[in-house]
């Protein structure tokens, strides 16, 4: 079946300094990947997404990266900020889903904490 | 965006009880989602609620212990039965728009 899950669970930064987040899937058969980012009380935020036929998307401060051959995706943060700390979720939409992001399969989250 | 206003944002329950948690969507939505977060954890997907039909359940989630009403296409519930400590969690809801929109969650703590 299908899991997704992270390298590390916690990771620490500098401001200003670029952060990586990785994450590792275990099926091939899934379409579409999301980030999302989570802050202490609150539900997960959307941050960027990526469709297997693409290996690299830009967003604001944000790159996430695709390989596919070792089933491998990353964020990564350019710049990165105290706001910026919160725990990040990679998450992956089964192909047999019709592509419905609501059956997302969550990794087990990578805290990021940024030193001023 | 869709805005989603999700209560009680937390409660302290006795076991044995059962608590219903609400969610609320400023817009018509087809699928509402509901998961699981169990402390330090990942969410995990406990059901899918479309309204007008019985909602499908995953894998170690039974309607017996979570059921969920669907009444319309801006709302749902989702009631923890017979909640022991193991049930201490936050649940989410969520719903599909131009992407996955999640609530801010109910913090359950049993006792």
């Known amino acids: 079946g299908e899991s997704v899950g992270l390298h590390l669970p916690t990771l620490s930064v500098q401001e200003g300094d670029n952060s990586i987040i990785n994450c590792a899937y275990s099926?091939?058969?899934?379409?579409?990947f999301i980030w999302y980012k989570q802050e202490s009380g609150k539900g997960p935020q959307f941050i960027i997404d990526i469709r297997s036929n693409m290996d690299k998307r830009q967003g604001q401060r944000v790159t996430v990266l695709l390989n596919k051959t070792v089933k491998h995706l990353s964020l990564q943060i350019a710049a990165t900020q105290p706001g910026d700390s919160a725990v990040y979720f990679c998450a992956g939409v089964p192909l047999n889903y019709g592509g419905s992001q609501g059956n997302l399969i969550f990794g087990k989250g990578t805290k990021l904490s940024v030193k001023p | 965006s869709a805005v989603i206003s999700q209560k009680p944002s937390r409660d302290i329950c006795q076991r044995g009880t059962s608590l219903t948690i609400q969610c609320q969507v400023d817009s018509q939505v087809t699928m509402m989602f509901w998961y699981r977060q169990q402390p330090g954890q990942s969410l995990t997907l406990i059901a899918t609620?479309?309204?007008?039909?019985?909602?499908?359940?995953e894998s170690g989630f039974v309607i017996d212990k979570f059921p969920i009403s669907r009444p319309n296409l801006t709302f749902s519930t989702l009631t923890v039965s017979n909640m022991s400590p193991e049930d201490s969690s936050i649940y989410l809801c969520?719903?599909?728009?131009?992407?996955?929109?999640f609530g801010q969650g109910t913090r359950l703590t049993v006792v």
């Open positions: 969520s719903v599909i728009g131009s992407e996955a929109f």
């Open positions: 099926n091939s058969a899934s379409d579409y």
């Open positions: 609620a479309n309204q007008g039909s019985e909602a499908t359940y």
